[in-house]
């Protein structure tokens, strides 16, 4: 029996509404969670709850934005108790929220942390979920990823980011093992493919993930394996062939 819950990003659904139906939809494939991005829940997470239940889902992680996180932290943490999620997830960064330089990234972190601690009190987990632009290197030769991971924030590590930033998926995992707690696993189609924003379905692309494999479980905390991709052209598709390359993994 695995560890592992087997996830999935409704990111990747998101131009195939309506949601009851891609919901009653991953429960016959047999996803055990789905993981939602604001503004899913917006100003309803008990009428998004519902919908979970109805066909036997749960909501582990979820993404939820900056502003709302830093500012708003009691109102994500009710959300957070409402759907049922155990870690609140801040998702993106848009590029007037990027810092330049070492101190600001350090800053940035110490506003994360913050937001944790209340997130802790309140028996919550709080994460960051990476892309590429965390892997570009600082004038001291760090990197943004290296500040935004620590004192209470967990890493929600995006391997086909990772991958895409030019990284070895495999060493950045061990990086930050001992802090993930969930992973995305989004795999890359091969250089120079302009479809589907480059991206492919879990197991029919570039990433060698049974080599990768032993790296993930090796990540003791790290219990949830989301399947992401940011723009299938079907998501049905998407979504069984992902969670059959998932589950040949975990078995």
């Known amino acids: 029996m695995s560890k592992h819950k087997i996830s999935f990003?409704?990111?990747?659904?998101?131009?195939?509404?309506p949601l009851e139906t891609v919901l009653e939809g991953l429960a016959?494939?047999?996803?055990d969670a789905v993981e939602p991005y604001y503004p899913l829940y917006?100003?309803?997470?008990?009428?998004?709850?519902?919908?979970?239940?109805a066909v036997?889902?749960?909501?582990?992680?979820?993404?939820?934005?900056?502003?709302?996180?830093?500012g708003e932290t009691s109102r994500f943490i009710d959300i957070a108790k409402t759907i049922g999620a155990e870690a609140i997830v801040i998702p993106?960064?848009?590029?007037?929220?990027?810092?330049?330089?070492?101190?600001?990234?350090k800053k940035l972190h110490d506003s994360f942390a913050g937001a944790a601690e209340k997130a802790k009190a309140a028996g919550l987990g709080l994460g960051y979920h990476n892309h590429d632009f965390e892997y570009v290197t600082l004038a001291d030769g760090s990197r943004p990823i290296d500040h935004l991971i620590g004192n209470g924030v967990v890493s929600e590590l995006d391997i086909g980011w990772v991958a895409r930033a030019g990284?070895?998926?495999?060493?950045?995992?061990?990086?930050?093992?001992?802090?993930?707690i969930a992973f995305h696993i989004k795999d890359l189609a091969p250089a120079g493919t302009a479809e589907e924003d480059g991206w492919a379905d879990v197991g029919h692309g570039t990433i060698d993930w049974k080599a990768l494999w032993p790296h993930i479980?090796?990540?003791?905390?790290?219990k949830i394996l989301v399947a992401e991709h940011d723009n299938p052209a079907d998501w049905k598709?998407?979504?069984?062939?992902?969670?059959?390359?998932?589950?040949?993994l975990v078995s």
Do not use: C, M
């Open 9 to 17: 990003q409704l990111y990747s659904a998101r131009n195939f509404p």
């Open 28 to 31: 016959k494939i047999g996803y």
């Open 42 to 53: 917006g100003d309803d997470a008990a009428g998004y709850r519902r919908k979970v239940d």
């Open 56 to 70: 036997g889902l749960v909501t582990p992680t979820f993404h939820a934005p900056l502003d709302g996180v830093v």
């Open 92 to 105: 993106y960064l848009v590029a007037e929220q990027r810092p330049t330089d070492v101190d600001g990234w």
């Open 167 to 180: 990284k070895d998926a495999a060493a950045e995992i061990d990086k930050l093992a001992d802090s993930t």
């Open 217 to 222: 479980e090796k990540a003791k905390n790290a």
């Open 237 to 248: 598709r998407f979504a069984e062939r992902s969670f059959a390359a998932i589950k040949a």
